[in-house]
């Protein structure tokens, strides 16, 4: 197989080029072939549209997030200033705001958006590939080009790893940071191509957006410096020269993304240099095993040992594998056949530069591997597979043409077959627990801890009983969430005493939790013992200041407690934080009301009738409740005409008479 390399046109060739316009022809392979790889991609995500919000991290950054919900100054600065899960990502941040904007929780509208980032950057590898594989040979290839960009961006947008990606919705970063990596790799195509700033200055552009939208790409310049070895580019200082504010900005977002992770302990971790040295070899080895084989798969994937325990043996032999998987092919092209070395360097540099700061050598969380990080990386590798297939099906061997065209044709079948099975152990939370125990039994407690809430929230107590009597009294697990997870299904369960018992013992693990003195506040609520309630509301609101269950919580022990004006500041706050909620109006209106305030208690109720009735405010018909009391207080006042009204409007509304 031999390649010519285009070499940069000098400036002087680089001038007036006139053709005359063509009208484009869109029943063109080069239109079809990328149209039809779209909508196919589409068809393998179509389930992912029916998916629920995860109690896996999109609860607590996406759901409970009041930033998200209001475009204001305020809620923007600080989406811009904070990191969410151990990462500053305020433009993936800003996109749940958008969602939120036009669908407010339905998921319809955010697993949407994520779809057709994942579509929309499958037809920009498709792209890349054309334009990289169209600079790359000097004599007009095209339908080479064609069928291998095709290849690439098929396999890119059906691959049964990427599910995670898509389907899973606080990784929309993922899909977002790729978008604008993909766009940045385009336009440096182009700059390449034209030798214009402009094209430069974009491409700098849309690489601080994809930082801004997950610090992994802070890997671009390396990438950039691979499509210029790609392309037989000189390096001379000027190419050197391009890329310092690439690397000037990689540095800062990658100490800024250290220091973040560190401060949140996201390295949870420790294991001696040597076997952090295995790990990262058996990782790097096993994205690309499941690259082939993607079977398996999960949402989590645990370290096979502890901090301190030694490694099974099979670790010791993984780095003599990947000297076999990449030193040695790059051996022998290099001897045999230059222009394949060029592309098994670039393909193999790619997956390895942007898998790099992902294969654990600095363990990162608690999972040796994770689906979602071969999003990107995996382009090198289908580069790499696309050309060799295309390269033996051109062979005049009738066999090898057969080989070939089989292995093709079984990649790009099996694996968009396995996406589209993929897509429904993303659907909701009980799918994808369910699926890692089956794949990890006993083996991951996040698994069960989470899927425990899952179960509470939907009201089955026996479910969640179940997954945290396993935590606590079969995996011997001492966590101080997992006990009080325990004791909000004793709530459930109407069972005080043993309620009480583990939210105590949750806080004898760890007096820090939240939601322990939540609970331990609503119980002494329950009861009557208002002041003990309030006690609790008030040490977890020293842990977490601004949440919503816990303000709403606080105010209505202030009101049963007649602590009015407190009650009112607190509903203050939670319209803040929630305004489109009329309960919050209803309630404030009583607290009014209580403390004589007619005037504001009247506008309370008014505005209470004028908002639409929220599912989860169905079961206290706040509408003819707040008719019932708007006709009490016009009858106080002497008001008998709107006091009729009122009366009726009760009636109405299926209200007390």
Known sequence: ?????????????????????????????????????????????????????????????????????????????????????????????????????????????????????????????????????????????????????????????????????????????????TFFYLSGLLTYIHYLKARK???????????????MSKPMAVVFPVSLILVDYLLGRKFQPKVWLEKVPFVILSLVVGFLTLH???????FTYSFSLGNRFLIASYSFLEYILKLFIPIHLSGFYPYPINPGESLPGYFYIEPVLVLLVTVVPLYLTYKKNKAWFRILAFGMGFYLVNIALVLQFLSVGSAIISDRYSYISYIGLFFILACLLYELFQRNNVALKNVAFLIGTVFTIGWAYLCYERTQAWHNTETMLTDVIDQYPGKVPQAYKYLGIYYGKNNRPQDAFNCYDILINKMHLRDADAYCNMGSVFMSLHNVKEAVKYLTTSLQIDSNLFMSYLNLGIICADTGNYNAALWYYQKAQKIYPYDEGLYNNMSLAYVNDKQYAEAINDYNILLRMNP?????????????????????????????????????????????????????????????????FYTTETQRLGGQQ
């Not at 600065?77 to 500053?88: D, Q, R, V």
């Not at 974009?202 to 957006?209: A, S």
């Not at 973040?260 to 996201?266: D, L, N, R, S, Y």
Request: aromatic share 16%; glycine share 4%.
């Open 1 to 177: 197989m031999n390649f010519d390399i285009v070499k940069p046109p000098s400036k002087a060739k680089d001038t007036k080029t006139v053709s005359s316009p063509k009208k484009k022809n869109y029943s063109t392979p080069e239109f079809i072939i990328p149209v039809g790889i779209c909508l196919l991609t589409f068809l393998c995500f179509n389930y992912t549209l029916s998916n629920q919000f995860l109690f896996w991290d999109d609860n607590q950054f996406i759901l409970n997030n009041i930033y998200i919900r209001r475009f204001s100054w305020e809620n923007i600065k600080y989406l811009f200033s904070h990191e969410f899960g151990a990462n500053w990502q305020p433009l993936t941040m800003l996109s749940y705001s958008l969602n939120y904007y036009f669908s407010k929780y339905s998921s319809f509208g955010y697993f949407f958006t994520n779809v057709l980032l994942h579509v929309a950057n499958t037809l920009l590898v498709f792209l890349v590939t054309r334009n990289l594989l169209g600079l790359l040979w000097k004599t007009p290839k095209p339908n080479k080009v064609l069928v291998i960009s095709g290849c690439v961006s098929l396999w890119f947008g059906t691959h049964p790893m990427h599910v995670e990606s898509v389907g899973w919705l606080f990784e929309r970063k993922d899909v977002l940071y």
């Open 197 to 211: 700033t402009k094209w430069l200055l974009l491409t700098f552009l849309l690489f601080v957006c994809s930082c």
């Open 260 to 266: 973040t992770q560190k401060e949140v302990h996201a």
């Open 580 to 644: 489109d909620n009329a309960l919050y109006y209803f309630n404030r209106g009583v607290a009014e009301y209580s403390m004589g305030n007619m005037e504001a208690a009247i506008d309370d109720f008014t505005k209470t009738l004028s908002m639409p009735v929220m599912q989860q405010n169905a079961q206290y018909h706040l509408n003819a409740n707040a008719a019932y009391n708007l006709s009490v207080i016009y009858k106080s006042k002497g008001d008998n005409e709107k006091a009729s």
